[in-house]
């Protein structure tokens, strides 16, 4: 039987690290960072638009993206089956053509198309469940109503109850800040 370390060409050598061979354990200073998403709901308030523009502007400056989420709550009239089905087709049609439009705003902001979601359901659970689903979504970006009922009732959530189960960092744009305002802070 022969011995494995005599026949082994670099046995004995002096096994000092080669300074031009790649390190394994050192990070890799050429692999790019992975890319922020900045999840936005998409809803019909007027808060949207600070929203968006805030995410767009974010997500130029850092070399990030925008995802768009519509969530399309369930219906009261849910007896009549084909009543029900031809109105969920119509919210979709709605919701789609709302994103698109949403979509080349996005564009014109940061040169790139977003991720867009459509999803039906209670809005604040289908906002966890894309964010569970979508590791690359890194920030939810909300903006604050400015009515006397309060913030909103996603903000109002994710600032209680919800924010334990986040696993990304919430950001809310006061809905009371003009345009020049927030551009200048971004």
Same mark, same amino acid.
């Given at each position: 039987?022969?011995?494995?370390?005599?026949t082994?060409?670099?046995?004995?050598?002096?096994?000092?690290?080669?300074?031009?061979?790649?390190?394994?354990? &050192?990070?890799?200073?050429?692999? @790019?960072?992975?890319?922020?998403?900045? !999840?936005?709901? +998409?809803? /019909?308030?007027? =808060?949207? #638009?600070?929203?968006?523009?805030? &995410?767009?502007?974010?997500a130029? @400056?850092?070399?990030?993206?925008?995802? !768009?989420?519509? +969530?399309? /709550?369930?219906? =009261?009239? #849910?007896?009549?089956?084909?009543?029900?089905?031809?109105?969920?087709?119509?919210?979709?049609?709605?919701?789609?053509?709302?994103l698109?439009?949403?979509?080349?705003?996005?564009?014109?902001?940061?040169?790139?198309?977003?991720?867009?979601?459509?999803?039906?359901?209670?809005?604040?659970?289908?906002?966890?469940?894309?964010?569970?689903?979508?590791?690359?979504?890194?920030?939810?970006?909300?903006?604050?109503?400015?009515?006397?009922?309060?913030?909103?009732?996603?903000?109002?959530?994710?600032?209680?109850?919800?924010?334990?189960?986040m696993?990304?960092?919430?950001?809310?744009?006061p809905?009371?800040?003009?345009?020049?305002?927030?551009?200048?802070?971004?």
């Amino acid at each position: 039987m022969s011995d494995p370390i005599a026949t082994d060409p670099n046995a004995g050598a002096d096994v000092t690290p080669d300074s031009t061979a790649p390190d394994s354990t &050192a990070p890799d200073s050429t692999a @790019k960072p992975p890319v922020r998403i900045f !999840l936005v709901v +998409v809803d /019909e308030s007027p =808060e949207l #638009q600070l929203a968006l523009r805030y &995410a767009c502007l974010r997500a130029r @400056k850092s070399g990030g993206k925008v995802a !768009l989420l519509y +969530v399309i /709550e369930p219906g =009261e009239v #849910q007896q009549w089956l084909a009543l029900e089905n031809l109105m969920r087709e119509e919210q979709r049609a709605e919701a789609e053509q709302k994103l698109q439009k949403l979509a080349r705003d996005v564009n014109r902001l940061t040169g790139t198309l977003p991720a867009l979601y459509v999803r039906e359901g209670n809005r604040r659970d289908e906002v966890l469940a894309l964010i569970d689903e979508e590791p690359s979504i890194s920030i939810l970006v909300l903006a604050a109503g400015t009515e006397p009922e309060g913030p909103g009732p996603l903000i109002s959530y994710f600032t209680n109850r919800g924010l334990a189960k986040m696993r990304i960092p919430l950001t809310i744009v006061p809905g009371g800040i003009g345009i020049d305002a927030l551009d200048a802070i971004t």
